[in-house]
């Protein structure tokens, strides 16, 4: 059986859909990822994800991709 992290990374965000379609299908589409929460209102993301396929820094890196300024 798998063990699942949970990680929040503090960002940038603008109150925009665009953003949040952006957002959920570059981590979702990075293996390992089981499931995305953005919260607009407290700029985190969280991301529970398989430790053994996917390290934070992948999630980080993949942020940053979409110009996001990855605080966390």
Do not use: Q, W
Not at 1 to 13: C, N, R, Y
Not at 28 to 42: C, H, I
Not at 53 to 72: A, H, M, N, P, Q
Request: proline share 1%; glycine share 6%.
């Amino acid at each position: 059986m798998s063990t699942v992290e949970s990680g929040i990374t503090i960002i940038s965000l603008s109150n925009c859909s665009r953003d949040l379609g952006a957002i959920e299908s570059r981590l979702r589409a990075l293996d390992g990822v089981k499931n995305v929460s953005v919260n607009f209102v407290a700029n985190a993301i969280e991301v529970d994800y398989d430790p053994a396929l996917l390290k934070s820094e992948g999630i980080r890196d993949s942020l940053k991709r979409l110009r996001l300024d990855v605080k966390g």
